[in-house]
Protein backbone atom coordinates (compact mmCIF):
# COMPACT_ATOMS: atom_id res chain seq x y z
CA UNK A 1 0.00 0.00 0.00
CA UNK A 2 1.25 3.38 -0.99
CA UNK A 3 2.70 5.52 1.96
CA UNK A 4 0.34 8.48 1.92
CA UNK A 5 2.21 11.95 2.38
CA UNK A 6 -0.27 12.52 6.05
CA UNK A 7 1.42 9.11 6.72
CA UNK A 8 4.42 10.16 5.60
CA UNK A 9 4.52 13.39 7.55
CA UNK A 10 3.95 11.85 10.79
CA UNK A 11 6.77 9.28 9.55
CA UNK A 12 9.19 12.25 9.62
CA UNK A 13 7.46 13.88 12.85
CA UNK A 14 7.98 11.02 14.90
CA UNK A 15 11.44 10.53 13.73
CA UNK A 16 12.23 14.08 14.98
CA UNK A 17 10.95 13.40 18.02
CA UNK A 18 12.84 10.49 18.68
CA UNK A 19 16.02 12.31 17.40
CA UNK A 20 15.15 14.68 20.23
CA UNK A 21 13.93 12.16 22.92
CA UNK A 22 17.11 10.98 25.61
CA UNK A 23 20.19 8.73 24.55
CA UNK A 24 18.65 5.21 25.58
CA UNK A 25 20.29 4.08 29.03
CA UNK A 26 22.02 1.47 28.20
CA UNK A 27 22.73 -1.05 25.01
CA UNK A 28 24.16 -3.51 26.71
CA UNK A 29 23.60 -6.96 25.42
CA UNK A 30 22.68 -8.50 28.58
CA UNK A 31 22.19 -6.94 32.07
CA UNK A 32 23.95 -5.77 33.91
CA UNK A 33 22.45 -8.34 36.55
CA UNK A 34 23.31 -9.08 40.10
CA UNK A 35 25.33 -12.22 41.65
CA UNK A 36 26.77 -13.30 44.49
CA UNK A 37 25.21 -11.12 46.73
CA UNK A 38 26.16 -12.07 50.72
CA UNK A 39 26.40 -9.86 53.41
CA UNK A 40 29.44 -7.81 52.63
CA UNK A 41 30.18 -8.13 48.63
CA UNK A 42 28.36 -8.34 45.22
CA UNK A 43 29.28 -8.82 41.74
CA UNK A 44 27.85 -6.92 38.84
CA UNK A 45 28.01 -8.29 35.33
CA UNK A 46 26.76 -7.83 32.41
CA UNK A 47 27.59 -8.72 28.63
CA UNK A 48 28.99 -6.08 26.22
CA UNK A 49 31.45 -5.88 22.78
CA UNK A 50 32.68 -3.26 23.77
CA UNK A 51 36.74 -3.00 24.25
CA UNK A 52 36.58 0.31 26.55
CA UNK A 53 37.05 0.04 30.63
CA UNK A 54 34.33 0.01 32.88
CA UNK A 55 33.10 1.46 35.84
CA UNK A 56 30.86 0.72 38.42
CA UNK A 57 29.96 2.86 41.18
CA UNK A 58 27.86 2.01 43.99
CA UNK A 59 25.96 4.57 46.43
CA UNK A 60 23.06 4.83 48.74
CA UNK A 61 19.69 5.56 47.17
CA UNK A 62 19.26 9.43 46.85
CA UNK A 63 22.59 10.28 47.50
CA UNK A 64 25.22 11.40 45.32
CA UNK A 65 28.69 9.91 46.67
CA UNK A 66 29.91 6.96 45.78
CA UNK A 67 30.11 4.76 48.37
CA UNK A 68 32.71 2.18 46.63
CA UNK A 69 33.93 2.52 43.03
CA UNK A 70 35.81 -0.25 40.90
CA UNK A 71 36.95 -0.11 37.51
CA UNK A 72 37.48 -2.44 35.03
CA UNK A 73 40.08 -2.59 32.60
CA UNK A 74 39.79 -2.88 29.01
CA UNK A 75 41.16 -6.26 28.83
CA UNK A 76 39.61 -9.18 27.00
CA UNK A 77 36.41 -9.94 29.01
CA UNK A 78 34.49 -8.95 26.20
CA UNK A 79 31.93 -9.61 25.85
CA UNK A 80 30.88 -11.12 29.78
CA UNK A 81 32.33 -8.48 32.29
CA UNK A 82 32.00 -8.33 35.91
CA UNK A 83 32.94 -6.34 38.81
CA UNK A 84 33.10 -7.24 42.54
CA UNK A 85 32.03 -4.70 44.84
CA UNK A 86 33.19 -5.49 48.71
CA UNK A 87 33.06 -3.56 51.63
CA UNK A 88 29.24 -3.06 51.50
CA UNK A 89 27.12 -3.41 54.39
CA UNK A 90 25.08 -6.16 56.21
CA UNK A 91 21.14 -5.34 55.12
CA UNK A 92 21.82 -2.52 53.38
CA UNK A 93 20.47 -1.13 50.33
CA UNK A 94 22.45 0.65 47.49
CA UNK A 95 21.93 1.50 44.14
CA UNK A 96 24.66 0.94 41.50
CA UNK A 97 25.59 2.18 38.11
CA UNK A 98 27.63 0.82 35.34
CA UNK A 99 29.24 3.11 32.61
CA UNK A 100 31.20 1.64 29.53
CA UNK A 101 31.70 4.25 26.93
CA UNK A 102 28.41 5.63 26.01
CA UNK A 103 26.57 2.90 27.83
CA UNK A 104 24.72 3.82 31.46
CA UNK A 105 22.86 1.58 33.44
CA UNK A 106 21.45 1.49 36.93
CA UNK A 107 20.29 -1.08 39.34
CA UNK A 108 19.80 -1.95 42.78
CA UNK A 109 21.38 -4.10 45.65
CA UNK A 110 20.14 -5.29 48.35
CA UNK A 111 22.81 -7.23 51.10
CA UNK A 112 22.27 -10.11 52.93
CA UNK A 113 20.66 -9.29 56.41
CA UNK A 114 22.26 -10.82 59.35
CA UNK A 115 20.63 -13.57 61.37
CA UNK A 116 17.49 -13.12 63.13
CA UNK A 117 16.05 -10.28 60.70
CA UNK A 118 13.15 -10.91 58.26
CA UNK A 119 13.29 -11.39 54.45
CA UNK A 120 11.24 -13.01 51.30
CA UNK A 121 12.57 -14.85 48.22
CA UNK A 122 11.18 -16.48 45.07
CA UNK A 123 12.44 -19.79 44.33
CA UNK A 124 11.38 -20.86 40.39
CA UNK A 125 12.94 -23.45 37.58
CA UNK A 126 12.14 -24.78 34.06
CA UNK A 127 11.37 -21.03 32.23
CA UNK A 128 12.94 -22.82 28.98
CA UNK A 129 11.31 -23.48 25.82
CA UNK A 130 8.40 -20.33 26.39
CA UNK A 131 9.84 -17.14 27.18
CA UNK A 132 6.32 -15.48 27.24
CA UNK A 133 5.22 -17.96 30.17
CA UNK A 134 8.84 -16.90 32.04
CA UNK A 135 7.96 -13.33 31.27
CA UNK A 136 4.32 -14.06 33.05
CA UNK A 137 6.47 -15.62 35.66
CA UNK A 138 9.05 -13.06 36.30
CA UNK A 139 6.11 -10.29 36.16
CA UNK A 140 4.81 -12.00 38.93
CA UNK A 141 7.98 -12.59 40.83
CA UNK A 142 8.83 -8.84 40.67
CA UNK A 143 5.45 -7.68 42.26
CA UNK A 144 6.50 -10.35 45.13
CA UNK A 145 10.46 -7.82 45.44
CA UNK A 146 12.05 -10.87 47.49
CA UNK A 147 15.82 -10.85 48.12
CA UNK A 148 16.78 -13.39 45.91
CA UNK A 149 16.07 -15.52 43.60
CA UNK A 150 16.94 -19.58 43.29
CA UNK A 151 16.68 -21.26 40.25
CA UNK A 152 15.96 -24.77 40.02
CA UNK A 153 17.51 -25.63 36.77
CA UNK A 154 16.77 -25.93 33.04
CA UNK A 155 17.05 -22.44 32.04
CA UNK A 156 17.26 -22.36 28.02
CA UNK A 157 16.51 -25.33 25.59
CA UNK A 158 20.00 -25.78 24.89
CA UNK A 159 22.90 -24.49 26.54
CA UNK A 160 25.04 -24.28 23.79
CA UNK A 161 22.70 -21.78 22.05
CA UNK A 162 23.56 -18.40 22.28
CA UNK A 163 20.02 -17.04 20.98
CA UNK A 164 19.04 -18.63 24.08
CA UNK A 165 20.81 -17.15 26.29
CA UNK A 166 19.88 -13.64 25.41
CA UNK A 167 15.99 -14.49 25.15
CA UNK A 168 16.68 -15.63 28.89
CA UNK A 169 18.15 -12.58 30.24
CA UNK A 170 15.98 -10.15 28.31
CA UNK A 171 13.19 -12.23 29.34
CA UNK A 172 14.61 -11.84 33.14
CA UNK A 173 16.13 -8.76 33.36
CA UNK A 174 13.61 -7.12 35.39
CA UNK A 175 14.53 -9.56 38.12
CA UNK A 176 18.15 -10.06 37.31
CA UNK A 177 19.33 -5.90 37.19
CA UNK A 178 18.03 -5.67 41.43
CA UNK A 179 18.32 -9.17 42.90
CA UNK A 180 20.69 -12.44 42.32
CA UNK A 181 19.62 -14.75 40.72
CA UNK A 182 21.43 -18.51 42.24
CA UNK A 183 20.45 -21.49 39.91
CA UNK A 184 21.93 -24.80 39.59
CA UNK A 185 22.71 -26.53 36.14
CA UNK A 186 19.53 -28.52 34.18
CA UNK A 187 20.08 -31.15 31.82
CA UNK A 188 18.92 -28.38 29.36
CA UNK A 189 22.38 -26.71 30.26
CA UNK A 190 24.42 -29.77 30.23
CA UNK A 191 23.49 -31.88 27.21
CA UNK A 192 26.86 -31.91 25.84
CA UNK A 193 30.62 -31.89 27.15
CA UNK A 194 30.60 -28.30 26.56
CA UNK A 195 27.29 -27.12 26.90
CA UNK A 196 28.29 -25.98 30.41
CA UNK A 197 30.59 -23.57 29.42
CA UNK A 198 27.90 -20.41 29.07
CA UNK A 199 26.20 -21.68 32.05
CA UNK A 200 29.30 -21.09 33.91
CA UNK A 201 30.58 -17.75 32.32
CA UNK A 202 27.20 -16.04 32.71
CA UNK A 203 27.01 -16.89 36.45
CA UNK A 204 29.28 -16.08 39.09
CA UNK A 205 28.64 -18.45 41.77
CA UNK A 206 29.52 -19.32 45.54
CA UNK A 207 32.72 -21.22 45.48
CA UNK A 208 32.75 -20.82 41.38
CA UNK A 209 31.21 -24.07 41.68
CA UNK A 210 28.38 -25.92 39.97
CA UNK A 211 27.84 -26.78 43.96
CA UNK A 212 27.88 -24.05 46.33
CA UNK A 213 26.10 -22.88 49.38
CA UNK A 214 25.36 -19.10 51.01
CA UNK A 215 23.58 -18.13 54.03
CA UNK A 216 20.64 -15.39 53.63
CA UNK A 217 19.57 -14.56 57.40
CA UNK A 218 18.58 -17.92 59.39
CA UNK A 219 18.95 -19.97 56.25
CA UNK A 220 21.51 -21.90 54.63
CA UNK A 221 21.17 -23.00 50.78
CA UNK A 222 22.80 -25.53 49.32
CA UNK A 223 23.30 -25.90 45.64
CA UNK A 224 23.42 -29.99 44.11
CA UNK A 225 24.71 -30.21 40.73
CA UNK A 226 23.43 -33.68 39.72
CA UNK A 227 24.38 -32.93 35.95
CA UNK A 228 28.01 -31.96 35.66
CA UNK A 229 30.12 -32.58 39.12
CA UNK A 230 28.28 -35.97 38.80
CA UNK A 231 27.53 -39.20 37.16
CA UNK A 232 24.00 -40.95 36.60
CA UNK A 233 22.48 -38.11 38.90
CA UNK A 234 25.01 -39.26 41.56
CA UNK A 235 27.29 -36.23 42.81
CA UNK A 236 30.66 -36.97 42.69
CA UNK A 237 32.63 -37.83 46.05
CA UNK A 238 33.99 -34.51 46.46
CA UNK A 239 30.58 -32.72 46.25
CA UNK A 240 28.91 -35.72 48.39
CA UNK A 241 31.91 -34.91 50.53
CA UNK A 242 31.14 -31.36 50.66
CA UNK A 243 27.38 -31.55 51.20
CA UNK A 244 27.51 -33.64 53.89
CA UNK A 245 30.50 -31.38 55.81
CA UNK A 246 27.99 -28.41 54.88
CA UNK A 247 24.45 -29.80 56.42
CA UNK A 248 26.85 -30.95 59.62
CA UNK A 249 28.01 -27.58 59.74
CA UNK A 250 24.70 -25.56 59.87
CA UNK A 251 23.36 -28.31 61.82
CA UNK A 252 25.87 -26.74 64.79
CA UNK A 253 25.31 -23.23 63.70
CA UNK A 254 23.29 -21.33 66.35
CA UNK A 255 22.94 -18.45 63.52
CA UNK A 256 21.49 -21.39 60.92
CA UNK A 257 17.45 -22.35 61.96
CA UNK A 258 16.75 -24.26 58.61
CA UNK A 259 19.14 -25.91 55.72
CA UNK A 260 17.42 -25.97 52.23
CA UNK A 261 18.80 -27.88 49.62
CA UNK A 262 17.96 -27.85 45.75
CA UNK A 263 18.78 -29.24 42.22
CA UNK A 264 17.49 -30.26 39.26
CA UNK A 265 16.55 -33.40 38.74
CA UNK A 266 15.12 -34.55 42.31
CA UNK A 267 14.51 -37.96 44.36
CA UNK A 268 10.68 -38.37 43.61
CA UNK A 269 8.76 -37.53 40.66
CA UNK A 270 4.95 -37.76 40.30
CA UNK A 271 5.04 -37.91 36.29
CA UNK A 272 3.47 -41.34 35.15
CA UNK A 273 6.66 -41.63 32.76
CA UNK A 274 9.39 -40.89 34.84
CA UNK A 275 10.74 -42.73 38.23
CA UNK A 276 12.81 -39.74 40.05
CA UNK A 277 16.24 -39.15 40.26
CA UNK A 278 16.92 -42.48 41.67
CA UNK A 279 20.94 -41.66 41.98
CA UNK A 280 19.98 -39.09 44.49
CA UNK A 281 17.71 -41.12 46.72
CA UNK A 282 20.36 -42.02 49.31
CA UNK A 283 22.37 -39.01 49.43
CA UNK A 284 19.36 -37.05 50.17
CA UNK A 285 18.42 -39.19 53.22
CA UNK A 286 21.39 -39.05 54.32
CA UNK A 287 21.68 -35.27 55.02
CA UNK A 288 18.12 -35.41 55.84
CA UNK A 289 19.57 -37.86 59.05
CA UNK A 290 22.13 -34.92 59.05
CA UNK A 291 19.65 -31.76 59.24
CA UNK A 292 18.51 -31.12 56.15
CA UNK A 293 15.03 -29.22 56.38
CA UNK A 294 13.24 -28.96 52.58
CA UNK A 295 14.22 -29.99 49.46
CA UNK A 296 13.48 -28.47 46.19
CA UNK A 297 13.76 -29.69 43.10
CA UNK A 298 12.70 -29.02 39.04
CA UNK A 299 12.57 -31.24 35.88
CA UNK A 300 8.72 -32.03 36.25
CA UNK A 301 7.11 -29.82 34.83
CA UNK A 302 4.91 -29.04 37.72
CA UNK A 303 4.08 -27.88 41.33
CA UNK A 304 4.26 -30.20 43.74
CA UNK A 305 4.55 -30.63 47.88
CA UNK A 306 5.26 -33.43 49.89
CA UNK A 307 7.17 -35.68 52.40
CA UNK A 308 9.89 -38.90 51.82
CA UNK A 309 8.45 -41.68 53.92
CA UNK A 310 11.37 -40.78 56.41
CA UNK A 311 10.13 -37.33 57.03
CA UNK A 312 11.78 -34.92 54.37
CA UNK A 313 9.73 -32.47 53.19
CA UNK A 314 10.15 -31.49 49.32
CA UNK A 315 8.92 -29.71 46.85
CA UNK A 316 9.13 -29.83 43.15
CA UNK A 317 9.14 -26.16 41.16
CA UNK A 318 9.52 -26.73 37.88
CA UNK A 319 6.66 -24.73 37.02
CA UNK A 320 8.16 -21.43 35.90
CA UNK A 321 7.11 -21.24 32.07
CA UNK A 322 7.95 -24.39 30.36
CA UNK A 323 5.38 -26.45 28.82
CA UNK A 324 3.56 -28.32 31.64
CA UNK A 325 3.93 -32.20 32.32
CA UNK A 326 1.12 -34.52 33.50
CA UNK A 327 1.40 -35.93 37.36
CA UNK A 328 -0.46 -38.75 38.96
CA UNK A 329 -1.85 -36.00 41.71
CA UNK A 330 -1.62 -36.03 45.47
CA UNK A 331 -1.52 -39.54 46.88
CA UNK A 332 0.59 -41.98 48.70
CA UNK A 333 3.83 -43.37 46.67
CA UNK A 334 5.26 -45.42 49.09
CA UNK A 335 9.01 -43.99 49.11
CA UNK A 336 7.03 -40.54 49.49
CA UNK A 337 3.69 -38.81 50.05
CA UNK A 338 2.31 -35.71 47.53
CA UNK A 339 0.24 -33.52 49.50
CA UNK A 340 -0.38 -30.83 46.81
CA UNK A 341 0.84 -31.79 42.66
CA UNK A 342 -0.61 -29.60 40.19
CA UNK A 343 0.34 -28.80 36.49
CA UNK A 344 0.27 -25.20 36.80
CA UNK A 345 3.04 -22.14 35.98
CA UNK A 346 3.87 -20.86 39.58
CA UNK A 347 6.89 -19.82 41.39
CA UNK A 348 7.52 -20.19 45.27
CA UNK A 349 7.16 -17.25 47.96
CA UNK A 350 9.56 -17.78 50.91
CA UNK A 351 9.47 -16.03 53.45
CA UNK A 352 11.20 -16.01 56.72
CA UNK A 353 10.58 -13.97 59.74
CA UNK A 354 14.11 -14.09 61.08
CA UNK A 355 13.29 -17.63 62.93
CA UNK A 356 10.11 -19.04 61.11
CA UNK A 357 9.85 -19.93 57.61
CA UNK A 358 6.74 -20.06 55.34
CA UNK A 359 6.39 -21.28 51.80
CA UNK A 360 3.65 -20.23 49.54
CA UNK A 361 3.11 -21.06 45.54
CA UNK A 362 2.04 -18.66 43.88
CA UNK A 363 -0.07 -18.58 40.36
CA UNK A 364 0.26 -16.64 37.41
CA UNK A 365 -2.87 -14.77 39.37
CA UNK A 366 -0.91 -13.65 42.11
CA UNK A 367 -2.86 -16.38 43.93
CA UNK A 368 -0.71 -18.36 47.13
CA UNK A 369 -2.42 -21.19 46.46
CA UNK A 370 -0.58 -23.76 48.50
CA UNK A 371 1.23 -22.40 52.40
CA UNK A 372 3.47 -24.71 54.41
CA UNK A 373 5.74 -23.72 57.68
CA UNK A 374 9.09 -25.24 57.66
CA UNK A 375 9.10 -27.55 61.14
CA UNK A 376 10.99 -25.95 63.86
CA UNK A 377 13.37 -27.45 66.72
CA UNK A 378 13.40 -30.53 64.58
CA UNK A 379 15.90 -33.22 66.84
CA UNK A 380 18.88 -34.67 65.07
CA UNK A 381 20.69 -37.41 65.85
CA UNK A 382 24.33 -36.19 66.05
CA UNK A 383 27.18 -38.48 65.25
FE1 LIG B 1 15.21 -30.92 33.15
Known amino acids: MPRTPYNLLTALALAALTALAPHPAAAFD???YVQNVDTRQATIMWSS???ESAKVTVRKPGKNKDIARVIVPS??????WEATVNGLQTGEHYVYTVEQGADRAEGELQMAPRAGKPFSA???GDNRSDPRAHAAIVDRVVQDDPDFMVHTGDLVVAGSLEADWQSFFQVAQPLLRNRPLFPVAGNHEQAGDDEIERFRQYFHLPNG???????WGNLRFLAIDVNVRADAGMPDAAQTAWLVDQVRRAERDPAITHTIAFLHQ????SNPVRTGNLGVRDLVHRLYDLGLDLLVSGHDHYYERGRAAYGLNYMVVGSGGAPLYPTRGPGDYGAYQAFQSISQHAFVRLRSTGRAV???AVNLDGVAFDCFDLPQNRSVARP
Open 266 to 269: GPFS
Open 358 to 360: NLC
Open 122 to 124: AIY
Open 49 to 51: ASS
Open 75 to 80: TNCAPI
Open 209 to 215: EFYFGFT
Open 30 to 32: KGP
